[in-house]
């Protein structure tokens, strides 16, 4: 059961994690394969769901509400558009026959006419029609837009219907006037470079570009939680922590705890990293552990079983001032201690640099094991000593893991 202060806690982390920031939200997708939707012109029941990025709400014509979907697979940029059809403003867009435009931005810091502005105007892309070849899809190219062809030509498979003041089914939306999909090739996107991160606009029919923004990452990290993980504690040598909802690292000579970490890379679908962090989220500190060193060790095909290893069997030892003893590990990484901790307060996380060490273990067997500790244990109290979070604590957000990317 868990305490009460533990109870606070839990609660704190669980609201700060569905607050949402109206008009910017980002969508990230960490190595889990996702359902790609059908470009077909229909919004079916959860098709689009987990990729709903907010929704454009302005006052246009009595108002208009349009909720924004995105989510980039395979090389594409997914996106769809739905008009709340109960808004005032609907009803003049199917009586005015008013088409939408949708822009694309990356990077960032592209400020128009430079590149990095994508439109398609669909004026001129009206089903049924013959696009314009110079207007259906434009491109800024340091001077302003300019025609690239159209959308067949340029890879788009889009799905959508003109609003049209002679369809009497317009105002209600029931041939799917109120929507529009699109799979855009994200090497169109990025022809003026790229920050990761596409914008698009949340606009559907005729706002301003930046008024309202919703944005996708382009290659959204992996995260990889532990397969496995224990302390082992010096003053407790035979017992097994394997199950607990917690670790610990304490540089006590007489006292001295250590976390092991077991990882498998093999359904990262990886095959190398440019940045890898190893992120532990911290429950419990020391009065006194500000400013001391918590070292990563990567210990590379190197095993452990979680329900049995203890301080007697652990595979590595060190000196107490630090040096590795036996063991086929390796320092990766140091963090230095910046604040205490209290019942998980200021929410803070502990992080290392594990780069070269994934880039390693992806390229033979994808397996290995970090072992944290303090740099020296030689210490006569344990006024340094830090709780982690484990894989078993019950807030997934909150346990162990590797972001690469």
């Given at each position: 059961?868990?305490?009460?202060?533990?109870?606070?806690?839990?609660?704190?982390?669980?609201?700060?994690?569905?607050?949402?920031?109206?008009?910017?939200?980002?969508?990230?997708?960490?190595?889990?394969?996702?359902?790609?939707?059908?470009?077909?012109?229909?919004i079916s029941p959860g098709e689009w769901d987990a990729y709903l990025l907010g929704?454009?709400?302005?006052?246009?014509?009595?108002?208009?509400?349009?909720?924004?979907?995105?989510?980039?697979?395979?090389?594409?940029?997914?996106?769809?558009?739905?008009?709340?059809?109960?808004?005032?403003?609907?009803?003049?867009?199917?009586?005015?026959?008013?088409?939408?435009?949708?822009?694309?931005?990356?990077?960032?810091?592209?400020?128009?006419?430079?590149?990095?502005?994508?439109?398609?105007?669909?004026?001129?892309?009206?089903?049924?029609?013959?696009?314009?070849?110079?207007?259906?899809?434009?491109?800024?190219?340091?001077?302003?837009?300019?025609?690239?062809?159209?959308?067949?030509?340029?890879?788009?498979?889009?799905?959508?219907?003109?609003?049209?003041?002679?369809?009497?089914?317009?105002?209600?939306?029931?041939?799917?006037?109120?929507?529009?999909?699109?799979?855009?090739?994200?090497?169109?996107?990025?022809?003026?470079?790229?920050?990761?991160?596409?914008?698009?606009?949340?606009?559907?029919?005729?706002?301003?570009?930046?008024?309202?923004?919703?944005?996708?990452?382009?290659?959204?990290?992996?995260?990889?939680?532990?397969?496995?993980?224990?302390?082992?504690?010096?003053?407790?040598?035979?017992?097994?922590?394997?199950?607990?909802?917690?670790?610990?690292?304490?540089?006590?000579?007489?006292?001295?705890?250590?976390?092991?970490?077991?990882?498998?890379?093999?359904?990262?679908?990886?095959?190398?990293?440019?940045?890898?962090?190893?992120?532990?989220?911290?429950?419990?500190?020391?009065?006194?552990?500000?400013?001391?060193?918590?070292?990563?060790?990567?210990?590379?095909?190197?095993?452990?079983?979680?329900?049995?290893?203890?301080?007697?069997?652990?595979?590595?030892?060190?000196?107490?001032?630090?040096?590795?003893?036996?063991?086929?590990?390796?320092?990766?990484?140091?963090?230095?201690?910046?604040?205490?901790?209290?019942?998980?307060?200021?929410?803070?996380?502990?992080?290392?640099?594990?780069?070269?060490?994934?880039?390693?273990?992806?390229?033979?067997?994808?397996?290995?094991?970090?072992?944290?500790?303090?740099?020296?244990?030689?210490?006569?109290?344990?006024?340094?000593?830090?709780?982690?979070?484990?894989?078993?604590?019950?807030?997934?957000?909150?346990?162990?893991?590797?972001?690469?990317?």
């Open positions: 059961m868990s305490s009460p202060r533990e109870i606070k806690r839990g609660g704190r982390m669980r609201q700060k994690s569905i607050i949402v920031i109206f008009f910017v939200c980002f969508l990230v997708l960490a190595g889990t394969a996702i359902a790609v939707p059908t470009i077909d012109g229909v929704t454009s709400v302005t006052g246009w014509s009595g108002g208009m509400s349009v909720d924004v979907y995105g989510v980039v697979d395979g090389g594409y940029l997914y996106a769809a558009y739905e008009a709340d059809t109960t808004q005032l403003g609907w009803p003049t867009t199917c009586a005015l026959s008013i088409p939408p435009n949708f822009y694309y931005k990356t990077p960032q810091s592209a400020v128009d006419p430079a590149q990095g502005f994508t439109l398609f105007e669909m004026t001129y892309d009206a089903a049924g029609s013959t696009p314009d070849v110079n207007l259906d899809v434009q491109q800024t190219d340091g001077v302003g837009f300019a025609g690239i062809g159209t959308k067949a030509a340029n890879g788009i498979t889009r799905a959508w219907k003109q609003p049209d003041s002679g369809d009497a089914t317009c105002p209600t939306g029931s041939l799917g006037q109120n929507i529009a999909e699109f799979k855009i090739p994200i090497s169109l996107l990025t022809y003026g470079g790229d920050d990761n991160i596409i914008e698009l606009s949340g606009q559907f029919w005729q706002f301003g570009f930046d008024d309202q923004a919703f944005y996708v990452t382009i290659n959204p990290p992996v995260i990889v939680e532990p397969a496995k993980d224990s302390k082992v504690a010096k003053a407790q040598p035979t017992a097994n922590f394997g199950t607990g909802r917690y670790m610990m690292v304490n540089d006590k000579q007489w006292g001295t705890d250590r976390s092991y970490l077991g990882f498998d890379l093999s359904s990262s679908g990886l095959s190398s990293v440019s940045n890898a962090d190893l992120e532990i989220y911290v429950y419990q500190t020391g009065s006194q552990v500000v400013g001391s060193i918590i070292e990563a060790w990567y210990c590379f095909n190197l095993d452990f079983n979680e329900l049995t290893i203890n301080w007697n069997n652990q595979f590595a030892k060190w000196k107490t001032n630090g040096a590795l003893l036996s063991g086929n590990c390796t320092l990766a990484d140091g963090y230095t201690v910046l604040n205490r901790v209290n019942s998980g307060l200021p929410e803070t996380k502990h992080t290392w640099d594990m780069t070269a060490e994934v880039n390693q273990a992806l390229s033979s067997n994808k397996k290995f094991t970090v072992v944290l500790k303090h740099d020296t244990e030689d210490k006569s109290n344990n006024y340094r000593y830090v709780q982690y979070l484990t894989r078993d604590y019950s807030e997934a957000s909150f346990r162990p893991h590797l972001v690469m990317s």
